[in-house]
């Protein structure tokens, strides 16, 4: 059919790219976090799911093309948690993180912070970063809510404590001028977002490293619980949460630095919000994808590397492990 000339043919499970290239990984992702998927109806996911279904059992009606199975997996991945198989909730998928996660970040941006503003923005930012790890986690083994609460007060107590603490040491210092001041004080929030990140991930995924995660053979049979691939997989999942802050909390600072001396924003004032917030969201949106491009969901490693009773559980040379995101 003309409407596949740009689909190959479709593999359930699978990325229409390659996901052993960074570029694939990126392309793959941007198909994640679409933020169209936020507005597909109960009765298109349905669809979606039953037509997958029907591919798997063999059932498919006549007449429908790769497209459309393609697509219909865009819409399960991007709404539908691969372990649970449950609903993510919109503001904790990836596919929502831009969206909701952008009000946060021009909070956390805003210049002349307080105290109670600085404690703010990090709590919402932590909660938001915490949920979301939550819900994108490994979760093929029970996480039971007490967990999620340690990790969650943790993850926020971290946050705030570097955020104040870095602010404050900044206020003390006699040796910049004002405005120096005033600059540095803009990307305070990358060290304290990027250090509670990572322990964010660590926290409110520890249970994993304690439990292992499910690995799996080439036929998607899970044949043993590895607590080094869930030591693997929060590592690169932990990495991402680094590299994501980057863009988002370091460019918007320097390009609002050199646009807040236009003389449109000199003498508009009211535009300066306007405009941080067009900045932020735009490097939030090229910071996603790029971050979470470094690893693929489902990552691969040589059985050698594993556990000894994995390597007695399968002929084969690799087993996969779903990363989270």
Excluded at 33 to 55: A, Q
Excluded at 175 to 197: D, G, K, M
Aim: with cysteine.
């Amino acid at each position: 059919m003309a409407e596949d000339v740009n689909y190959p043919p479709f593999q359930l499970g699978k990325s229409r790219y390659d996901q052993g290239t960074f570029s694939g990984r990126l392309r793959h992702y941007l198909d994640i976090i679409d933020p169209r998927t936020l507005f597909v109806t109960e009765v298109r996911l349905k669809e979606s799911v039953k037509l997958l279904e029907d591919y798997k059992h063999g059932t498919l009606p006549p007449g429908v093309s790769n497209t459309q199975l393609w697509e219909a997996q865009k819409i399960k991945q991007a709404i539908i948690h691969p372990d649970t198989q449950e609903k993510i909730l919109m503001p904790f998928r990836m596919s929502g993180y831009i969206p909701f996660g952008t009000p946060i970040v021009v909070g956390l941006l805003l210049p002349n912070q307080t105290l109670a503003s600085t404690v703010f923005w990090q709590w919402l930012n932590q909660s938001h970063n915490a949920c979301v790890n939550y819900a994108n986690r490994n979760a093929t083994k029970p996480t039971p809510v007490s967990k999620f609460i340690q990790g969650y007060l943790g993850a926020v107590t971290s946050a705030v404590s570097i955020a104040v603490g870095l602010n404050v040491l900044i206020q003390k210092a006699n040796t910049f001028s004002p405005s120096t001041r005033l600059l540095i004080q803009r990307f305070v929030p990358f060290p304290a977002v990027a250090s509670a990140n990572i322990c964010n991930v660590v926290l409110m995924r520890h249970s994993e490293l304690a439990e292992g995660i499910d690995v799996l053979d080439a036929n998607g049979n899970a044949v043993g619980s590895s607590k080094i691939a869930a030591k693997r997989a929060l590592m690169e999942t932990a990495l991402t949460r680094v590299v994501l802050p980057m863009p988002i909390l370091v460019l918007p600072p320097l390009i609002m630095s050199f646009l807040e001396k236009l003389p449109l924003l000199q003498t508009q004032r009211s535009l300066v919000l306007p405009v941080h917030s067009l900045v932020c969201l735009a490097a939030f949106g090229l910071a996603l994808p790029l971050a979470i491009s470094l690893f693929p969901q489902m990552s691969e490693v040589e059985v050698s590397k594993l556990e000894p009773e994995i390597a007695m559980a399968t002929t084969g040379r690799t087993v996969v492990y779903n990363k989270g995101l």
